[in-house]
């Protein structure tokens, strides 16, 4: 059974989204840790280390998950976590963007696998795939 961390970033409080994610990776057969919301980035990576986590999945709808993010590529090379699969979906800009825009600067900042508005189930299939 694949381990997930999953919780919404920073000052982001979309409750109904991160349980609906819970649910589906817990119908999926994953055995998943869910942080909650208002999540520091640190937090994900102490709860990867503690679970030896194989996939850290960071949503936020309020389009700000870049500001929290960027420190990931530090934290990874810190922690030695290059095994775990890092995951962010939801909304992920504040205003006007596009995914060909958003994609390469969340990859950027250490993610795998980028999702800006892509209906959970076919994230969740890309996810499943990859692994």
Request: glycine letters at 8%.
């Amino acid at each position: 059974m694949k381990k997930v961390v999953i919780g919404v970033v920073g000052n982001d409080v979309h409750v109904v989204a991160n349980r609906l994610i819970d649910i589906s990776l817990n119908q999926r057969g994953f055995e998943v840790f869910n942080l909650g919301v208002n999540t520091y980035l640190e937090e994900f990576i102490d709860a990867a280390i503690e679970t030896r986590a194989d996939v850290v999945l960071i949503s936020s709808l309020n389009g700000e998950a870049e500001g929290w993010s960027r420190d990931l590529p530090l934290l990874k090379s810190k922690y030695k976590l290059h095994d775990a699969l890092f995951v962010i979906g939801g909304n992920l800009a504040v205003g006007e963007a596009t995914s060909e825009e958003i994609i390469p600067k969340f990859k950027s900042y250490g993610f795998d696998l980028v999702f800006h508005q892509v209906d959970l189930n076919e994230g969740l299939d890309v996810l499943e795939e990859m692994l």
